[in-house]
T-cell receptor, first 117, second 115 residues
Framework: GAVVSQHPSWVICKSGTSVKIECRSL??????MFWYRQFPKQSLMLMAT?????????EQGVEKDKFLINHASLTLSTLTVTSAHPEDSSFYIC?????????????FGPGTRLTVT | AQSVTQLDSHVSVSEGTPVLLRCNYS??????LFWYVQHPNKGLQLLLK??????LVKGINGFEAEFKKSETSFHLTKPSAHMSDAAEYFC?????????????FGTGTKLQVIP
């Protein structure tokens, strides 16, 4: 149980275009989903916390207008990288916290590798 | 304030020998602590977690960690390393800050297992 999927797993796009990444909790409902970014050989950096039915909370230094987050349902959150540039190339990982749990455990997706050319 | 320090960026052990990956944390409140493993180009897999129950936590694949409040440590150990243990390991602290759950990742420790 507690599986989180991401789609696509790998995407290449041209500079200036937008890319949407989906994060789904497959067998549980998630009121909260988290979006992380991981640069090569580095740790994960939290970008934003996505709450179902409300606006996402962005970490300091993360551009809200560039990284659009939508959490439309209890099983789906999307991250749209708008007007992507090569410096946005990274590994994006989402995680979800199960509804009704007291644990702070997060279930992680397999990640999406974005390459902007 | 909340922070995590993984003291070693790289650890190299021989197959069959013990593994020790060190983690120290700082938190204003009683935190939850986790260890995750990440294999190359893969997502994160939970190894074990501490959530204020038993201080010695047993996880998957023979890993365990001991929560030591006096030392603010949560070191990860395994009695005998296997080749499949080669991966990146992240220590994570999670707690309530200002009414919101805050998750902080350590910088990671790359474990190399030598045959």
């Amino acid at each position: 149980g507690a599986v989180v999927s991401q789609h696509p797993s790998w995407v290449i796009c041209k500079s200036g275009t937008s890319v949407k990444i989906e994060c789904r909790s497959l067998d549980f409902q998630a009121t909260t989903m988290f979006w992380y970014r991981q640069f090569p050989k580095q740790s994960l950096m939290l970008m934003a916390t996505s709450n179902e039915g409300s606006k996402a909370t962005y970490e300091q230094g993360v551009e809200k207008d560039k990284f659009l987050i939508n959490h439309a349902s209890l099983t789906l959150s999307t991250l749209t990288v708008t007007s992507a540039h090569p410096e946005d190339s990274s590994f994006y990982i989402c995680s979800a916290r199960a509804l009704g749990t007291d644990s702070y455990e997060q279930y992680f997706g397999p990640g999406t590798r974005l390459t902007v050319t | 304030a909340q922070s995590v320090t993984q003291l070693d960026s790289h650890v190299s052990v021989s197959e069959g020998t013990p593994v020790l990956l060190r983690c120290n944390y700082s938190s204003s409140y009683s935190p939850s602590l986790f260890w995750y493993v990440q294999h190359p180009n893969k997502g994160l897999q939970l190894l074990l977690k501490y959530t204020s129950a038993a201080t010695l936590v047993k996880g998957i694949n023979g890993f365990e960690a001991e929560f030591k409040k006096s030392e603010t440590s949560f070191h990860l150990t395994k009695p005998s390393a296997h080749m499949s243990d080669a991966a990146e390991y992240f220590c994570v602290v999670s707690g309530l800050i200002g009414g919101y759950q805050k998750v902080t990742f350590g910088t990671g420790t790359k474990l190399q297992v030598i045959p």
